[in-house]
């Protein structure tokens, strides 16, 4: 088990030191711009600066666009579903982190997510409205709704669907999950993906509909 934000970083003055104890202690650069609050390419140059290359090519191949049902124009719009209520995911172990909140122009989440990788949902007045993955952690996972990027197509559509909900003055509630992952004849089972492409074929949530709105 890697040390804890507060353990790595504990007696280190700049920013330098703890950006090179972190990514010693094992936390991906996207972790650490996030811990940091400092940009990604700030990250990169001090590590490579100090010959810390390992892991590059890892984090290019993790995260992945988040999963979208397409919809095909002439077939229409996926089978409706009945809703499906937050205290299913509850009562099967995801717990509630907080609430996305209105701030100036966006919004913000008033918890502190974890660094774990995980699933998250986004549920709107008890509705799951959303489930999404991440493989780099919840924290930083979470933030880049927040910022939503237009170049970050998925990201930019639903930061613009939260800010709606919140407009409206709807409940934007934040569930997460961190599963262990598992194996299957000693080959690596990752659980959480499992989980993410299981819940969306099971719950169809309608914000992982492309064109949703």
């Known amino acids: 088990m890697r040390l804890t934000y507060e353990e790595v970083t504990k007696g280190l ?19 650490i711009a996030s811990l940091l609050k400092i940009r990604y390419q700030h990250v990169r140059k001090v590590l490579v600066d100090a010959g810390i290359i390992e892991g590059l090519q890892k984090e290019v191949r993790l995260e992945r666009e988040p999963v979208v049902i397409e919809v095909d124009e002439e077939e229409g719009t996926p089978t409706a579903v ?28 008033d918890a502190t997510a974890p660094v774990d990788k995980g699933v998250y949902s986004f549920v709107v007045d008890d509705v799951v409205m959303y489930v999404g993955l991440t493989q780099r952690g919840l924290r930083g996972r979470l933030n880049a709704y927040r910022r939503g990027y237009e170049r970050q197509r998925t990201n930019a559509r639903v930061k613009a669907l939260i800010l709606e909900a919140l407009a409206t003055g709807k409940r934007v509630k934040v569930l997460v999950a961190t599963p262990a992952d598992g194996s299957w004849n000693g080959l690596p089972v990752h ?23």
């Not at 003055?13 to 972790?31: C, F, H, N, V, W």
């Not at 009945?82 to 989440?109: I, N, Y």
């Open 82 to 109: 009945p809703p499906t209520s937050w205290e299913v995911l509850l009562r099967a172990g995801f717990h509630f982190l907080g609430e996305w909140q209105p701030e100036d122009e966006g919004f913000v989440l």
């Open 13 to 31: 003055e700049t920013k330098s030191d703890q950006i090179r104890a972190l990514a010693k202690a094992g936390y991906l650069r996207t972790e």
């Open 191 to 213: 659980t959480s993906a499992g989980l993410e492409a299981g819940m969306i074929g099971m719950i169809k949530p309608a914000w992982n509909i492309l064109g949703a709105s």
